[in-house]
């Protein structure tokens, strides 16, 4: 499989021919990561302790001249598995992106369905669940954070949402063409983090270098783009997954014939970190 029902792509795993040409996209710098969707076999998978029937990408982690905020998993979790105690981590908080599949995500006594498009934010010590329960795997983004709190300000409750229901915010002046689904409104400082899912229009664009302070994970779920890295354009494509460090420059042109749509983390909210530097 390579994309979904619902068009959300998710990876194929398998491993390439003994006679496939290497392409030669995967690309680790100082100031960003480029892994492409052909990176994504079977020989990469990982488990997690707690976890039955399941399989994951790790496709970031904290650690020197990489992700500094938070991880990533590319989650597929086969009919009847799941977990009862599923991060061992309590300062964490949760955000799950469902693609394909049924799941039921208990979180502190309350079951929901998810299905593709499902969306759900769980805050840190929260009590939760997952149980894949449909005919095919349950098939997933986990991203994880350690919660960092703002003074004055509760931490935020979870919410189950599902894309369809949240609206996209276009941007001012680019004519429907670079739009934001929003899961939390931006000026919440509660949150320290946000995911949303961007959408370019074919031939719609960033058209200046964005260089500011946040960390950007951007997994693409729909289409294709020329996306600006630092100083090096790259083509991606569903399936391919970017990081990039704080004030790395980025631009963007949706190449089409379809949507181009990523998810998105990104830190917000909170003061420069600067202990860490003593």
């Not at 390439?16 to 996209?25: C, G």
């Not at 979790?77 to 908080?93: C, I, K, L, N, R």
């Not at 894949?132 to 986990?142: D, I, K, L, V, Y």
């Not at 370019?200 to 950007?216: A, L, S």
């Amino acid at each position: 499989m390579t994309e979904t029902p619902s068009g959300y792509y998710f990876p194929a795993g398998g491993l390439p021919s003994q006679t496939t040409l290497m392409t030669a996209r995967a690309v680790f710098t100082p100031a960003y990561c480029f892994i492409p969707r052909g990176c994504f076999s079977d020989i990469l998978t990982s488990n997690l302790p707690g976890w039955t029937k399941t399989r994951l990408w790790l496709i970031a982690r904290p650690m020197s001249g990489f992700s500094e905020t938070f991880s990533q998993y590319v989650m597929e979790v086969a009919s009847g598995g799941g977990s009862d105690a599923p991060d061992p981590e309590t300062g964490a908080e949760h955000w799950l992106f469902f693609t394909d599949g049924l799941a039921t995500v208990t979180i502190d006594g309350t079951g929901y369905e998810m299905e593709a498009g499902s969306y759900a934010y769980i805050p840190p010590s929260t009590r939760w669940t997952l149980l894949a329960e449909g005919g095919t795997p349950a098939r997933f983004h986990w991203l994880r954070k350690l919660y960092e709190p703002a003074p004055g300000h509760p931490a935020p409750a979870h919410f189950v949402i599902n894309e369809r229901d949240v609206p996209v915010r276009f941007m001012p002046d680019t004519e429907n063409r670079w739009g934001t689904t929003r899961f939390v409104d931006p000026d919440d400082i509660a949150h320290d983090a946000h995911v949303n899912i961007v959408t370019f229009q074919p031939g719609g664009r960033i058209p200046f270098e964005e260089t500011h302070v946040m960390e950007h994970g951007l997994y693409v779920l729909e289409g294709r783009a020329a996306y600006k890295l630092n100083q090096d354009w790259v083509e991606v494509e569903a399936g391919d997954f970017m990081w990039l460090r704080a004030f790395c420059p980025q631009a963007c042109i949706a190449a089409g014939p379809g949507p181009f749509r990523y998810l998105l983390y990104k830190d917000v909210n909170r003061h420069a970190n600067l202990r860490h530097l003593r």
